[in-house]
């Protein structure tokens, strides 16, 4: 398997630090403009994913499927024609009221290996039959594919019971984004943009070209997870059908599905500015910073929401008292009331620091590690969330088995509880490696709880650091990626924290104040990425020219090889 294929995360090399002059190029990021528009004044936009909350989860790819939708439905209006459809596969897991479903139909899509072209297929023998079934979500379309062969499984959404990837993950993906392509095409009003979500959707990319050309909607392609590509072995790769074995060089050993999408796709971003600027660097880009790097201002970056509705401090059913930016009071009753349920003294005053998530290296779980002896001995306590390996996890195991009074550690994951930890303590710990985007900043900002962070990725894109701009900050971030550097940052926190006064009280609500809502800022920026993808797909198909066989060839800036 070629490296950085793999379909597990990163290994140590993935995580140095950015060059000098990462600051100003993420800042040339936000800076460009969207660009001249040409194109239908209601778009149409259709999703492809994987995973989608509440269905289907194993992580933040289906929150963010599930909050952009539901943001582009609430916003909408005279941009979008709504509402937006989001197609997913039926897992064995995904059941639905039967009064949320609105239709049902069956269509046939191509057999991948009778060498018909996706939805293109006329003989019974050289279709499958796949069901799609229409179902009202909250403020979207939720289309899900219906193929018990490939979906209909005890194991999980990618792999068998004792966590083996099935061997046919890319021949089930693809029959997933054909059904949908083809769904798509029986419709009278087909979509103007297919926004694709990570390599599950990838094949989509040359399905369209075969059965459109230039004509077909536009792609934008949202990486979320650079560490999975769809590796493809030579001998699965004709599941996909002759669209893909076509391409297949004769000394590949294989395809990378989402370095292909990425090369032929529109537009493609990743979930920050932050880490559209790291991705493009061998430390970060997982084996795909070439391809990344060959897109030029093609790939760019923008933040994940934050669903505001879902964590407001004001609402919040779990915690101990509300409390809002105008009235932080009920925080203290919120403190009380995690450290005694977590068998803390309520009554000492020092600094609590929570942290939530996978304990693992990417997480930056072993820095805090190494700090945690010497944070205790200078006064601060920790509650910690999350599991691990062992050889990981058992430092900080034992050293809360001999400092009781300053350590808890809770391994396992409990929604209830990590409320209580964001509105409880009194900063949150993100030390991570890397971090795309990340949602533990935000949430624990807008519960005036001051997150201290590494720079990278999203979270240098969204806190503020306090040390550099005093009176301007919204939390503490240090620059190395080592406990050196977090305990440095925690000594900052500390200072602060000590002194409590004005300046204290006014970080909490520069913090509380920062809007993530998808309302606002990310859905709008999609909106706009949706426009500059049709104005370049119509571009394309007016510099297009057609060779004798009918074969669309085009050039592209910074498309790269394809």
């Not at 909350?53 to 909408?76: H, Q, S, Y």
């Not at 072993?366 to 999350?386: I, K, S, Y």
Request: net charge neutral; charged share 25%.
């Amino acid at each position: 398997m070629p490296p950085g294929r793999e379909r597990g995360g990163p290994c140590a090399r993935h995580c140095t630090g950015l060059e000098t002059g990462a600051d100003e190029r993420i800042a040339a990021f936000a800076r460009r403009p969207p660009g001249r528009y040409h194109g239908p004044v209601s778009i149409r936009v259709a999703f492809l994913a994987a995973e989608c909350e509440p269905w289907a989860k194993t992580g933040g790819l289906a929150d963010v499927v599930d909050a952009l939708a539901r943001a582009l439905g609430e916003i909408g209006g005279a941009d979008l024609e709504l509402p937006v459809d989001v197609f997913l596969p039926r897992y064995r897991t995904v059941t639905v009221p039967p009064d949320r479903v609105t239709g049902e139909h069956t269509i046939e899509v191509a057999d991948p290996a009778s060498g018909i072209s996706a939805g293109r297929a006329t003989g019974r023998r050289a279709a499958t039959t796949v069901r799609i079934i229409d179902v009202v979500a909250d403020g979207y379309r939720l289309r899900l594919v219906d193929h018990p062969a490939s979906f209909d499984r005890a194991g999980g959404y990618y792999g068998d019971e004792a966590g083996r990837d099935y061997p046919d993950n890319a021949g089930r993906f693809g029959l997933f984004c054909r059904a949908a392509l083809a769904a798509l095409d029986a419709e009278g009003r087909p979509p103007d943009v297919l926004h694709i979500h990570d390599w599950h959707a990838a094949p989509a990319v040359r399905y369209r070209d075969a059965a459109a050309g230039v004509g077909g909607p536009a792609i934008l392609l949202t990486v979320h997870n650079l560490a999975y590509h769809g590796w493809t072995p030579r001998a699965r790769v004709r599941e996909l059908g002759p669209e893909w074995t076509s391409v297949l060089a004769p000394d590949a050993d294989g395809i990378d599905l989402l370095g292909e999408a990425i090369e032929r796709v529109d537009l493609v971003n990743t979930v920050s500015p932050g880490f559209a600027v790291e991705a493009l660097t061998p430390a970060f880009g997982m084996g795909l910073d070439p391809a990344l790097r060959s897109r030029g201002d093609l790939f760019f970056g923008i933040v994940n929401g934050l669903d505001t509705g879902l964590w407001d401090p004001a609402t919040d059913p779990v915690i101990a008292a509300p409390y809002s930016r105008a009235d932080r009071s009920g925080k203290a009753a919120c403190r009380a009331d995690l450290l005694t349920r977590v068998g803390l003294d309520p009554t000492d005053a020092g600094p609590v620091l929570g942290m939530i998530g996978r304990l693992d290296p990417q997480k930056g779980f072993d820095l805090l590690a190494e700090a945690a002896p010497t944070l205790l001995d200078d006064g601060f306590r920790l509650v910690v969330q999350g599991s691990g390996p062992t050889e990981l996890v058992g430092g900080l195991r034992a050293l809360a088995a001999a400092r009781p009074a300053g350590v808890v550690l809770i391994e396992r994951f409990d929604r209830d509880m990590a409320r209580r930890i964001y509105a409880g303590v009194d900063g949150f710990l993100m030390p991570s490696r890397f971090e795309p985007c990340g949602t533990g900043q935000m949430i624990s900002l807008r519960y005036g709880t001051p997150p201290i962070v590494h720079a990278t990725g999203g979270l240098r894109d969204t806190v503020r650091d306090e040390h550099d701009s005093p009176g301007a900050g919204t939390g503490f971030v240090f620059r190395h990626p080592t406990a050196d550097g977090l305990r440095w940052a925690c000594g900052e926190f500390a200072r602060r924290f000590r002194a409590r006064g004005g300046t204290w009280e006014s970080l909490l609500e520069r913090g509380m104040a920062v809007d993530f809502d998808w309302r606002t800022g990310s859905a709008p920026a999609y909106i706009e990425a949706y426009r500059r993808a049709i104005s370049l797909r119509r571009a394309i198909g007016a510099r297009t020219t057609t060779n004798p066989a009918g074969a669309a060839v085009t050039r592209r800036a910074g498309a790269g090889s394809s």
